[in-house]
């Protein structure tokens, strides 16, 4: 499936002499005026031939489009440069074309691609007047999120190669990889339904739902739900009827909070010095993943979900239900991108009263923690989804596994504080059909009854 087009770049070449003719300037200048102070006839004669060289190639450099040698005021007839990217058919790769569209009188294109930011190529490729350049690529795709997937500058050559133009802006295309994911089937509830309709079974006794209690008979109830068997069993007076209550049905108010404040992959040597390529599947990745994940399963069920970003408290999705609301979630958990630890809100986010919480972090810092225990302390029911991804620590040296071990116990003594203060921790592993994060959604999802109900 194609991709938008980056729009055709236009640029107006700006030629220069090439280095060797640069040098040949220079070094017939220095003699000619050498020669000349000197009284030098010889050595001002060595200096004119590399003078008139210079000149010739000046002269020769490609014409503007009207007939004119190019100058400032006349520069050359503008190159189009289209730049596209495309979704490959293989699983996890982006494919792009470029397509040069060389003015008259360029013999060759230089042309610099830096894929992913760490794999710059280069490209020595000659033109032919009337058609364009084209050269196709493929980038592999090893994460979700915005993604920078080619970076393209090139300069022209002329005349030999005697006069070359400036390197032109560089043109970047940037694209948001989707992150794959499988709704969940197992839903944790808010720890109070406050809504008037929807799929779940509320603590107030309504239509709908499973069987909450027996109760007398009031003004109201409707004949159909008097129990006579219950009537014949309990009642003490004549007259009295039982009527069987059932719960009635709410949705829930489901709130998504992903810790931007770093990305760390599975390679412990690459947390300080990010590589997409040797990283591994990173925590934001897993992140995304998980977040849709969520989401999709609440709204599928006809819950209201919202998104807010921990590093960014102004980048909000208020709660919504329906089809074109996920759409719009899922687009913004996909751009959601890492803002770094000293540029992170200190700040809890703002969340709808009665809500269920689920914060998506790696607690590697007390950021994370300070929010969730200030959730669970306001009322919400708050799932701490661990992403951090299972890390590998082979390339270490002695002093980084050390550090690395005691920043680990830092992180275990956090998600223990965590659980001694109400807050759930649900571990989120790599795979998508991880069995144990199933089981562990399962009990999280199971209700929790109390008082007459839990006894029936």
């Known amino acids: 499936m194609s991709l938008p087009d980056s729009p055709p770049a236009r640029t107006a070449p700006r030629w220069r002499l090439g280095v060797a003719q640069t040098g040949a300037l220079l070094v017939g200048f220095i003699a000619c005026v050498g020669g000349v102070v000197a009284g030098r006839a010889d050595v001002v004669v060595i200096g004119l031939p590399l003078l008139l060289l210079a000149a010739w190639a000046w002269d020769r450099r490609p014409l503007a489009a009207t007939g004119q040698r190019a100058t400032d005021a006349a520069p050359l007839a503008p190159a189009a440069v289209e730049l596209t990217a495309d979704e490959s058919a293989r699983e996890a790769?982006?494919?792009?074309?470029?397509?040069?569209?060389?003015?008259?009188?360029?013999?060759?294109?230089?042309?610099?691609?830096?894929?992913?930011?760490?794999?710059?190529?280069?490209?020595?490729?000659?033109?032919?007047?009337?058609?364009?350049?084209?050269?196709?690529?493929?980038?592999?795709a090893p994460h979700s999120g915005p993604q920078r997937v080619v970076i393209v500058d090139w300069r022209f050559v002329a005349t030999g190669a005697a006069v070359v133009s400036d390197v032109s802006e560089p043109i970047p295309v940037d694209r948001v990889i989707d992150p794959a994911f499988t709704p969940i089937e197992a839903l944790p509830l808010p720890h109070r339904l406050t809504g008037l309709t929807g799929?779940?079974?509320?603590?107030?006794?309504?239509?709908?739902?499973?069987?909450?209690?027996?109760?007398?008979?009031?003004?109201?109830?409707?004949?159909?739900?008097?129990?006579?068997?219950?009537?014949?069993?309990?009642?003490?007076?004549?007259?009295?009827?039982?009527?069987?209550?059932?719960?009635?049905?709410?949705?829930a108010t489901v709130f998504l909070v992903i810790d931007t404040g770093d990305d760390v992959g599975e390679e412990v040597e690459t947390w300080a010095r990010f590589d997409p390529a040797a990283s591994g599947p990173t925590s934001l990745d897993i992140a995304r993943s998980a977040a849709s994940a969520v989401a999709a399963g609440f709204v599928r069920v006809g819950d209201r979900v919202g998104f807010t970003d921990l590093g960014r408290p102004a980048r909000v999705v208020p709660p919504g239900a329906g089809g074109r609301h996920l759409d719009r979630l899922l687009r913004t958990i996909a751009a959601t991108g890492p803002v770094g630890t000293f540029h992170a809100s200190r700040r809890p986010p703002l969340v709808t009263q009665g809500s269920a919480v689920f914060l998506f972090s790696t607690f590697l810092d007390d950021r994370a923690e300070a929010a969730a225990v200030r959730l669970a302390a306001s009322g919400h029911r708050?799932?701490?989804?661990?992403?951090?991804?299972?890390?590998?620590?082979?390339?270490?040296?002695?002093?980084?596994?050390?550090?690395?071990?005691?920043?680990?116990?830092?992180?275990?003594?956090?998600?223990?504080?965590?659980?001694?203060?109400?807050v759930e921790v649900l571990a989120w592993g790599v795979a998508r059909d991880d069995v144990l994060r199933d089981a562990e959604l399962l009990a999280l999802a199971r209700p929790r009854r109390t008082g007459l109900a839990a006894t029936r």
């Open 199 to 251: 799929a779940h079974n509320s603590s107030r006794p309504g239509d709908g739902g499973d069987f909450h209690d027996l109760a007398l008979f009031r003004p109201g109830d409707r004949l159909r739900r008097i129990d006579w068997k219950a009537t014949a069993r309990l009642a003490r007076d004549p007259g009295e009827l039982y009527v069987r209550r059932t719960q009635a049905q709410a949705d």
């Open 382 to 422: 708050v799932v701490a989804v661990d992403v951090l991804p299972p890390p590998r620590t082979a390339t270490l040296s002695g002093e980084r596994r050390l550090a690395h071990r005691l920043v680990m116990m830092q992180r275990h003594s956090r998600l223990g504080r965590l659980r001694g203060a109400g």
């Open 93 to 140: 790769t982006l494919g792009y074309r470029i397509a040069i569209d060389t003015p008259p009188g360029v013999e060759a294109v230089q042309l610099r691609v830096l894929e992913l930011g760490i794999r710059p190529r280069t490209h020595v490729l000659a033109a032919r007047p009337g058609h364009p350049i084209v050269v196709r690529g493929r980038v592999p």
